[in-house]
C-alpha cells in the first residue's frame, strides 16, 4: 500500500470517528488543555498528559521530514505542517494525499541551497531536543501512568478520545515518511529503521541521525 493510499484511509477513518462515534463534549475541556499546555500535571492522568503534548512534538517531526524535501509538486508542505501543529492528523494528512514523493535515486538529488526553516529542520540540536522531549514524556507515561484510567478517559472524554487517535495515526504513518526520507538520502538501514516504530521518539533518533542534505558546492 502507498503512503498517500494509507494516510487517506487513515485521515477519512479518524474524521468518520471524530464526528460520528467520539464521545460527547466534555465539561472543562478548555481548563484541561490549558493545564497541560502550561505543563501543569495535578489532576490530570500521567498517560493523558504524555500523549496530548507528544502531539506538539510529532508535528516538528513531521516538519523535519517534510521540508527539506525537494519540490516535486504544485502544492507547498508549509501550510499543512502550520496546520498540524493544531490540527494534527487532520490538517496534516490531506498533504501526504496530495504529495508526490521526491526520487529515491541519488544521483537525481542535486545539492541545493536551502532556506532558513530547512535548514532549521535539518538541524541535530533541534533533533536532540526533541528526543529529550519524546523520551521525557514517554518515559512519565510509562512510570507514573495509570493505563486502567487512561482507558476509561478514553471511553468517556471527547478530547482524550479524539487526540489519541490523533496520536495514533501520526505514529503509524511516521515511520513509512521515514523511510522514504531515508532512502532518498541513502544509507537505509531495515534493523534501524524498525526503530523509527517507537512513537515520536523513534521519528526523533532518525532526525539525530540521518543524513544531511548535500550543500551547494
Same mark, same amino acid.
Given at each position: 500500500?502507498?503512503?498517500?493510499?494509507?494516510?487517506?484511509?487513515?485521515?477519512?477513518?479518524?474524521?468518520?470517528?471524530?464526528?460520528?462515534?467520539?464521545?460527547?463534549?466534555?465539561?472543562?475541556?478548555?481548563?484541561?488543555?490549558?493545564?497541560?499546555?502550561?505543563?501543569?500535571?495535578?489532576?490530570?492522568?500521567?498517560?493523558?498528559?504524555?500523549?496530548?503534548?507528544?502531539?506538539?512534538?510529532?508535528?516538528?517531526?513531521?516538519?523535519?521530514?517534510?521540508?527539506?524535501?525537494?519540490?516535486?509538486?504544485?502544492?507547498?508542505? =508549509?501550510?499543512?505542517?502550520?496546520? !498540524?501543529?493544531? %490540527?494534527?492528523? $487532520?490538517? @496534516?494528512?490531506?498533504? *501526504?494525499? #496530495?504529495?508526490?514523493?521526491?526520487?529515491?535515486?541519488?544521483?537525481?538529488?542535486?545539492?541545493?541551497?536551502?532556506?532558513? =526553516?530547512?535548514?532549521?529542520?535539518? !538541524?541535530?540540536? %533541534?533533533?536532540? $531536543?526533541? @528526543?529529550?522531549?519524546? *523520551?521525557? #514524556?514517554?518515559?512519565?507515561?510509562?512510570?507514573?501512568?495509570?493505563?486502567?484510567?487512561?482507558?476509561?478517559?478514553?471511553?468517556?472524554?471527547?478530547?482524550?478520545?479524539?487526540?489519541? %487517535?490523533?496520536?495514533?495515526? @501520526?505514529?503509524?504513518?511516521?515511520?513509512?515518511?521515514?523511510?522514504?526520507?531515508?532512502?532518498?538520502?541513502?544509507?537505509?538501514?531495515?534493523?534501524?529503521?524498525?526503530?523509527?516504530?517507537?512513537?515520536?521518539?523513534?521519528?526523533?533518533?532518525?532526525?539525530? @541521525?540521518?543524513?544531511?542534505?548535500?550543500?551547494?558546492?
Amino acid at each position: 500500500m502507498g503512503l498517500r493510499v494509507l494516510a487517506g484511509l487513515l485521515w477519512l477513518g479518524l474524521v468518520v470517528e471524530a464526528f460520528g462515534f467520539a464521545p460527547a463534549a466534555t465539561p472543562g475541556t478548555g481548563a484541561m488543555i490549558w493545564k497541560m499546555l502550561s505543563l501543569q500535571t495535578q489532576g490530570i492522568e500521567p498517560w493523558v498528559f504524555a500523549i496530548f503534548n507528544s502531539l506538539g512534538i510529532a508535528p516538528m517531526v513531521y516538519a523535519c521530514l517534510l521540508l527539506p524535501e525537494p519540490k516535486q509538486s504544485k502544492v507547498p508542505a =508549509w501550510p499543512f505542517v502550520g496546520l !498540524s501543529f493544531f %490540527l494534527g492528523a $487532520f490538517g @496534516l494528512f490531506p498533504y *501526504l494525499m #496530495l504529495r508526490h514523493p521526491p526520487a529515491s535515486d541519488e544521483s537525481e538529488n542535486t545539492a541545493r541551497a536551502l532556506s532558513f =526553516w530547512q535548514r532549521l529542520s535539518e !538541524s541535530k540540536i %533541534l533533533a536532540g $531536543f526533541l @528526543l529529550a522531549g519524546g *523520551l521525557a #514524556l514517554m518515559g512519565y507515561g510509562l512510570l507514573q501512568g495509570d493505563v486502567q484510567a487512561f482507558a476509561q478517559a478514553w471511553k468517556t472524554n471527547q478530547l482524550v478520545h479524539i487526540m489519541s %487517535l490523533d496520536f495514533t495515526v @501520526l505514529a503509524l504513518v511516521c515511520p513509512w515518511l521515514i523511510r522514504q526520507d531515508w532512502k532518498r538520502r541513502g544509507g537505509f538501514h531495515t534493523g534501524l529503521w524498525l526503530l523509527t516504530w517507537i512513537p515520536v521518539v523513534g521519528g526523533a533518533i532518525y532526525l539525530l @541521525l540521518r543524513p544531511s542534505t548535500p550543500a551547494p558546492e
